[in-house]
């Protein structure tokens, strides 16, 4: 495997990991992805990606303005009891 292609399944990892950390804490899944977009701009750098490099700098911008917006909310997620005829 060439380096290029373990770099991309790095970069394939790290964005499913941020994913699956949403979905069960949006506030920790925005923190791991402004962290995670460092991998990205590496990426967009060695590739020659200016795109990639712009696309990172946004998702860090939205997910800045989504902790800010959601501060003090608390993330549990509703557990309802259900009897199964939902």
């Not at 990172?56 to 800010?68: D, E, F």
Request: hydrophobic content about 45%; some cysteine.
């Amino acid at each position: 495997m060439t380096a290029l292609a373990a770099w991309s399944w790095i970069t394939a990892a790290v964005s499913i990991i941020q994913c699956w950390i949403s979905s069960h804490n949006p506030r920790k899944g925005w923190l791991f992805g402004i962290a995670a977009q460092s991998v990205w701009v590496i990426d967009g750098i060695v590739t020659g990606q200016p795109g990639t490099i712009a696309l990172s700098v946004a998702l860090t911008c939205i997910y800045i303005r989504a902790l800010y917006r959601w501060h003090g909310t608390d993330f549990t997620p509703d557990r309802k009891k259900t009897n199964g005829t939902d």
